[in-house]
Antibody, heavy 120, light 106 residues
């Protein structure tokens, strides 16, 4: 069974940093691209970014709202995905989801999300 | 960026109704469109991909159609479990973008 599970959320002050993790199981992690998507309170879904697989040099794409502040990485040995978030702003407050990307580029399996709150 | 416009934003319906939700892209995305269902406090669940392909385990009362810039999600006979919020997403080009959502309520 495909599973992805986020962790690492919490309360952080504006300007601070936080690192989210996502543990993947039930599929060959190294074959798949992976996404991060977020959802602010009572708002819609916002794509944060993507990391490709080894065959595509682990290259990344980011939303303009996070580019230069957030970094996506992965560790194949631990079947894990990461989101390093720096210079956090109050508008980064959201539930952050880890999402597997299927072979035809559609995001298919979502984790349950981890809450990030940026507040003083 | 490709803008995705969903309509309506809210839809009131009854059990057994046929329901249609529309998603328009600001430029052609071929068939690179997905539909998701989200219930309160839960993660989104993939319903439809490639505009019209049914996701794994998704009931056949859900169907998708369209290509280019106009897409439709149809629920043929609304069930109690279907009251939720629905989102479209284009995955043709970066940044990936979502529609604003359609809340289906009683």
């Amino acid at each position: 069974e495909v599973q992805v599970a986020e962790s690492g959320g919490g309360l952080v002050q504006p300007g601070g940093s936080l690192r989210l993790s996502c543990a993947a199981s039930g599929f060959t992690f190294s074959d798949h691209y992976m996404d991060w998507v977020r959802q602010a309170p009572e708002k819609g879904l916002e794509w944060v970014g993507r990391i490709r697989n080894k065959a595509n040099s682990y290259s990344t794409e980011y939303a303009a709202s996070v580019k230069g502040r957030f970094t996506i990485s992965r560790d194949e040995s631990r079947n894990s995905l990461f989101l390093q978030m720096n210079s956090l702003k109050t508008e980064d407050t959201a539930v952050y989801y880890c999402v597997r990307v299927a072979s035809d580029y559609v995001p298919d399996y979502w984790g349950q999300g981890t809450q990030v709150t940026v507040s003083s | 960026d490709i803008q995705m416009t969903q309509s309506p934003s809210t839809l009131s319906a009854s059990v057994g109704d046929r329901v249609t939700i529309t998603c328009r892209a600001s430029q052609s995305i071929s068939a690179s469109l997905a539909w998701y269902q989200q219930k309160p406090g839960k993660a989104p669940n993939l319903l439809i991909y490639k505009a019209s392909s049914l996701g794994s385990g998704v009931p056949s009362r859900f169907s998708g159609s369209g290509s280019g810039t106009e897409f439709t999600l149809t629920l043929s006979s609304l069930q109690p479990d279907d009251f939720a919020t629905y989102y479209c997403q284009q995955y043709k080009s970066y940044p990936l973008t979502f529609g604003g959502g359609t809340k289906v309520e009683i």
